[in-house]
């Protein structure tokens, strides 16, 4: 097995390669070079290494995956807090340990430890543990199946959520507000829909703690020059519901193969008790139904009432860590399961 090792100005001429590998297992647009490309423009430190495998009994190459040092002894792929999932792509029935096994042992500089960020399982099966090779959760994420009639769908929801919907659709028509859906697709909508997110994620608690979304920060960038790009390809949706003609919800969505991803979302918190999150979805299923262009809906996050109450679907996103020898493995999970054993004590005698 052999790796070899660039710097991150190669990127872009290797991005065909890492493309086609991408197309022939999940072709996914959150694992497009395009859309790492943009992050490391963005917010990348030119550090970036870019690492490429080619089995010397095979044509071409079949792995790839940028990675950052992490402190002396250790690297991890690239994962930036806005992308759901690390910069890692291999065919689905890749042998996860024996990949990592050699692109730790090639790595420039003796390197003791090599992690594999946020990888789902639908794309890449997750490995089993070993003497050098251990996986850990990061997060359950959930996923809403759309899968026949939008009827019978309701009467799988609960009583008590189908109340809630009657009553914040009540209220919504005592104060005479008419509910309205945009769904925004096309490039030149982008920049002014990315905009309009930003302003009103910056209204509510994000803003306050400084972690919003802005219209003049990196980030406002960034999503501008995603979702410009993906909308160009056909790939791009930015949901929006308005109260009468006010914001007040509004997705930023990819779609490829018939899912949907929902990469962010917001809401009016003035609006909380009509939850305006909530009806748009409801009425967004309600289209996915009709025209069947959508089958499952991904988030990548944390589970939320929302979730609770719709998702059919879970499944763990995980992490890799390879080791170079297995007494490695032995002392950094004894150090891993004190730092939590002391997280624990904190929090019970808080």
Same mark, same amino acid.
């Given at each position: 097995?052999?790796?070899?090792?660039?710097?991150?100005?190669?990127?872009?001429?290797?991005?065909?390669?890492?493309?086609?590998?991408?197309?022939?297992?999940?072709?996914?647009?959150?694992?497009?070079?395009?859309?790492?490309?943009?992050?490391?423009?963005?917010?990348?430190?030119?550090?970036?290494?870019?690492?490429?495998?080619?089995?010397?009994?095979?044509?071409?190459?079949?792995?790839?995956?940028?990675?950052?040092?992490?402190?002396?002894?250790?690297?991890?792929?690239?994962?930036?807090?806005?992308?759901?999932?690390?910069?890692?792509?291999?065919?689905?029935?890749?042998?996860?340990?024996?990949?990592?096994?050699?692109?730790?042992?090639?790595?420039?500089?003796?390197?003791?430890?090599?992690?594999?960020?946020?990888?789902?399982?639908?794309?890449?099966?997750?490995?089993?543990?070993?003497?050098?090779?251990?996986?850990?959760?990061?997060?359950?994420?959930?996923?809403?199946?759309?899968?026949?009639?939008?009827?019978?769908?309701?009467?799988?929801?609960?009583?008590?959520?189908? $109340?809630? /919907?009657?009553?914040?659709?009540? +209220?919504?028509?005592?104060?005479?507000?008419?509910? #309205? *859906? &945009?769904? =925004?697709? !096309?490039?030149?909508?982008?920049?002014?829909?990315?905009?309009?997110?930003?302003?009103?994620?910056?209204?509510?608690?994000?803003?306050?703690?400084?972690?919003?979304?802005?219209?003049?920060?990196?980030?406002?960038?960034?999503?501008?020059?995603?979702?410009?790009?993906?909308?160009?390809?056909?790939?791009?949706?930015?949901?929006?519901?308005?109260?009468?003609?006010?914001?007040?919800?509004?997705?930023?969505?990819?779609?490829?193969?018939?899912?949907?991803?929902?990469? $962010?979302? /917001?809401?009016?918190?003035?609006? +909380?008790?009509?939850?305006?999150?909530?009806?748009? #979805? *409801? &009425?967004? =299923?309600? !289209?996915?139904?009709?025209?069947?262009?959508?089958?499952?809906?991904?988030?990548?996050?944390?589970?939320?009432?929302?979730?609770?109450?719709?998702?059919?679907?879970?499944?763990?996103?995980?992490?890799?860590?390879?080791?170079?020898?297995?007494?490695?493995?032995?002392?950094?999970?004894?150090?891993?399961?004190?730092?939590?054993?002391?997280?624990?004590?904190?929090?019970?005698?808080?």
């Amino acid at each position: 097995m052999t790796w070899t090792y660039h710097s991150i100005d190669a990127f872009s001429d290797y991005a065909p390669t890492w493309d086609a590998i991408n197309k022939a297992g999940p072709d996914w647009p959150i694992l497009d070079s395009a859309f790492f490309n943009i992050f490391l423009q963005k917010m990348g430190s030119g550090k970036e290494i870019l690492a490429c495998y080619k089995n010397p009994a095979e044509a071409g190459i079949s792995a790839m995956g940028l990675f950052t040092e992490t402190g002396k002894w250790g690297i991890s792929t690239y994962q930036p807090a806005q992308a759901p999932l690390g910069a890692w792509i291999c065919a689905p029935d890749a042998n996860t340990e024996k990949l990592t096994r050699a692109l730790l042992e090639c790595f420039p500089g003796r390197r003791m430890i090599a992690a594999i960020t946020q990888q789902d399982p639908n794309f890449i099966a997750r490995p089993t543990d070993s003497g050098i090779l251990l996986t850990l959760d990061y997060l359950t994420t959930p996923a809403i199946l759309v899968d026949g009639s939008y009827e019978e769908f309701l009467d799988s929801l609960s009583k008590q959520f189908r $109340k809630n /919907t009657r009553r914040w659709e009540n +209220k919504l028509a005592q104060r005479g507000i008419t509910r #309205r *859906l &945009e769904i =925004l697709s !096309e490039p030149g909508d982008m920049a002014k829909a990315v905009d309009d997110f930003a302003l009103l994620e910056s209204s509510g608690w994000k803003g306050a703690a400084g972690t919003a979304v802005h219209p003049d920060s990196p980030q406002g960038e960034l999503y501008r020059q995603i979702f410009s790009h993906f909308a160009g390809k056909g790939e791009a949706f930015v949901h929006r519901y308005l109260y009468d003609d006010r914001l007040v919800a509004s997705d930023l969505c990819l779609r490829r193969n018939k899912i949907l991803y929902i990469m $962010k979302t /917001t809401f009016d918190e003035a609006e +909380k008790d009509t939850s305006p999150t909530q009806l748009m #979805r *409801l &009425e967004l =299923l309600a !289209e996915y139904f009709e025209k069947h262009d959508v089958a499952r809906i991904e988030s990548y996050g944390r589970e939320k009432s929302w979730h609770k109450n719709t998702a059919q679907s879970r499944r763990a996103v995980y992490h890799v860590n390879v080791y170079r020898w297995p007494l490695i493995k032995a002392v950094h999970t004894l150090k891993r399961k004190a730092r939590i054993e002391s997280q624990n004590r904190a929090e019970l005698t808080d």
